[in-house]
């Protein structure tokens, strides 16, 4: 007979509402990788995920991970931050302040 298989899919929502998503693609920088969700900085090498001390130079949210050597990153928008990849050293709350200024908005 035939068995029957079950899986779960467990989904991750990150967003939150209807402002408007503005997308950018670039490259990674050398020896870096970019997990999906996670807040990014752009610099004169590529793309990296953002450090505690870099707080102030967010260019925005990597839409997914960095397998190929790019990544698409979310420039504008409402998130739910516990959607969100955090790195190290890095709360939602100290990254409300300076995301804002960009016009991505976590709730």
């Known amino acids: 007979m035939y068995e029957i298989k079950k899986d779960e899919l467990t989904r991750k929502n990150v967003f ?9 693609v670039g490259e990674v920088a ?17 793309i990296k995920e953002a450090t505690a001390a870099g707080l102030d130079e967010l ?16 420039l504008t928008g409402e998130f ?16 409300k302040p300076a995301f804002r200024k960009l016009g991505i908005f976590l709730k």
Request: charge should be negative; proline fraction near 5%; aromatic fraction near 6%.
């Open 16 to 24: 939150a509402g209807d402002f408007p998503i503005v997308k950018d």
């Open 59 to 74: 260019y925005g949210i990597a839409a997914d991970d960095s397998t190929d050597g790019g990544v698409v990153c979310m």
């Open 30 to 46: 050398a020896g870096a990788t970019v997990r999906q969700y996670a807040p990014v900085i752009k610099t004169a090498g590529g």
């Open 80 to 95: 739910f931050a516990d959607g969100l990849t955090l790195p190290d050293g890095v709360t939602a709350e100290a990254l």
